[in-house]
């Protein structure tokens, strides 16, 4: 079970809160180990829209699988921002160095900037304060031009809509990417959007093209991911020939079918390690037979 604490501030948006809410709430209808809940220094908290909002005050247990998200705020400026306790920052340090993932959407990122989670990491926030927040937080990395940004377990997004790419990108390394292109169906939202950010989930960042075919064969590799996938399966899956699908696949994404599904086992190879696995373990869990082929593709990506 992975539990999705939202931290809610007044002023909240609400946008920035039911996006990342809906595409967990969505993969948990699809029989995904997700529970949610939302806390806040007071018992209710009104939205920036007007809605009140009911929280609650006590924090839940959590453990490394478990996640923190911070949804932004409306304030002028970042200095303007609602005042969030000592204690709660704690909370947000106190996670993070047990293993956990701690993530921001828009102005949520100056939570992450006062609790010290941003200093040496990259990060983003709305362009309106990505300025201000380099001036505040003088030690973190903002990126600018980019819808999330991913950390060493501080994720951070641009604001809005882009929340909901932040979240996709959650559930596609934890569940897979099939399970996240499932949700953003089932949502009607483009789940193809990457912005410009290298290092983006892979998922998000080689779907951003049109071709149907291609959209075929990455649904069944992204299905598939950590089982042997012959080039000549998945072309007879897709209806096409080898060469044309080795063709098309290429101008699509600029890799191969094999690069492609190579990429997405690196992925999840690296989130197993970086919760405490060892790299023959995540070898052997996304399909390698030799350890040594993801030390290799580790080595090219540093």
Do not use: K
């Not at 939202?6 to 997700?34: C, I, K, N």
């Not at 040496?120 to 940004?149: I, Y």
């Not at 929340?163 to 569940?175: E, K, N, P, T």
């Not at 953003?184 to 080689?206: C, F, K």
């Amino acid at each position: 079970m992975s539990h999705i604490v939202f931290f809610l501030v007044p002023g909240v948006h609400l946008l920035d809160l039911a996006g990342p809410a809906q595409v967990f709430s969505t993969a948990a209808d699809f029989g995904h180990p997700y529970t949610l809940s939302y806390i806040a220094e007071r018992p209710q908290v009104s939205a920036a829209q007007g809605l009140p909002l009911v929280a609650g005050l006590d924090w839940p247990e959590l453990g490394p699988e478990d996640l923190i998200v911070v949804p932004g705020w409306r304030a002028a400026t970042l200095a303007d921002s609602p005042a969030i306790g000592a204690a709660s920052l704690q909370v947000l340090r106190d996670h993070h160095a047990r293993g956990g993932t701690v993530a921001s959407v828009c102005a949520g990122a100056e939570a992450l900037g006062r609790a010290r989670l941003l200093d040496g990491r990259r990060c983003t926030t709305h362009h309106d304060v990505q300025d201000e927040l380099a001036r505040r937080h003088p030690r973190a990395v903002v990126v600018r031009d980019v819808l999330f940004t991913a950390d060493d377990r501080v994720i951070t997004s641009a604001g809005i809509a882009s929340g909901i790419d932040l979240a996709l990108h959650l559930v596609a390394i934890q569940r897979g990417p099939a399970v996240a292109a499932q949700v953003a169906r089932e949502m009607v939202v483009y789940a193809r959007r990457n912005g410009h950010e290298p290092q983006s989930s892979t998922m998000l960042r080689h779907r951003s093209h049109l071709d149907d075919t291609v959209h075929r064969a990455q649904d069944l590799i992204d299905a598939r991911f950590d089982q042997p996938l012959p080039l000549p399966t998945l072309a007879s899956a897709v209806g096409v020939s080898e060469r044309t699908l080795t063709r098309l696949f290429s101008r699509a994404t600029g890799l191969t079918p094999l690069r492609y599904q190579q990429a997405l086992r690196l992925e999840r190879a690296q989130h197993l390690i970086s919760h405490g696995a060892t790299t023959d373990a995540a070898a052997r869990s996304v399909g390698f037979e030799d350890p040594r082929m993801l030390r290799r593709l580790r080595a090219r990506a540093a």
